[in-house]
């Protein structure tokens, strides 16, 4: 069962997502908040896979309710991943949420069966965006840097390792990505959650994007 978090201050959109999501037989709605400065107090006290959170938060500009929330939840140990969503479709904002820390965006003009089928993506928890996103995502504006202890960590990768981050790069899930090098599944995912915390990310597409450029 993936337990699922709704915060938007609109009504209709919120029910209207909600409906969706409890007439799935795999999901469960946990939490829903219409107001964003209670939802930074309540959100981390639930344990809950996907919390979908909408993009115009009252109060805040930009990503920054998104940044300030993925924050919360890391400090308090909470391991929800965030999915942003939006009245319209954009790669500019998309990647703002990704650098905000989010895992990805959906926007009121996808369809609801790209809707359900990004949260149980998500909700995998070896998500990234595609790879021709990440490649067109060099014009837009925002940058994620890493730091010296993450390039550090980089430049001493064995081959193998080199490969698998590769591969990870290219969008393959940890499970295929295992079956290909003929390695454990948990390797890959290790090697991905230290490069992370080394280099202080607040998700797998962060890392995808420090990665972009790095030559394997």
């Known amino acids: ?26 999901l469960k709605l946990v939490f829903e908040e219409s107001d964003p400065r209670r939802a930074l107090v309540r ?43 939006s009245s319209f479709s954009s790669d500019q904002l998309r990647w703002n949420a990704i650098l905000a820390g989010a895992s990805d965006l959906i926007s009121l003009e996808e369809t609801g069966r790209d809707f359900l089928g990004k949260i149980r993506a998500i909700a995998k928890g070896d998500y990234i965006v595609d790879s021709k996103f990440l490649q067109d995502s060099k014009a837009m504006e925002g940058s994620l840097g890493s730091n010296r202890e993450l390039t550090e960590a980089l430049d001493s990768l064995d081959p193998t390792q080199r490969t698998l981050l590769g591969n990870f790069k ?19 995912s290790q090697l991905i959650g230290k490069l992370m915390e080394v280099g202080e990310l607040l998700s797998r597409n962060q890392l995808a994007i420090v990665l972009r450029d790095y030559k394997l």
């Open 1 to 26: 069962m993936i337990r699922i978090g709704l915060v938007d201050s609109n009504d209709v959109v919120r029910s209207g997502r909600a409906m969706m999501i409890t007439s799935q037989p795999d």
């Open 170 to 188: 290219a969008g393959l899930s940890d499970f295929e990505n295992a079956r290909k090098l003929d390695v454990a599944k948990l390797r890959v």
């Open 43 to 85: 959100a981390p006290e639930y344990l809950v896979d996907v919390l979908i959170v909408s993009q115009n938060q009252h109060g805040y500009s930009g990503s920054s309710f998104v940044s300030e929330l993925v924050t919360v939840l890391k400090s308090e140990g909470n391991q929800s991943a965030v999915l942003v969503s």
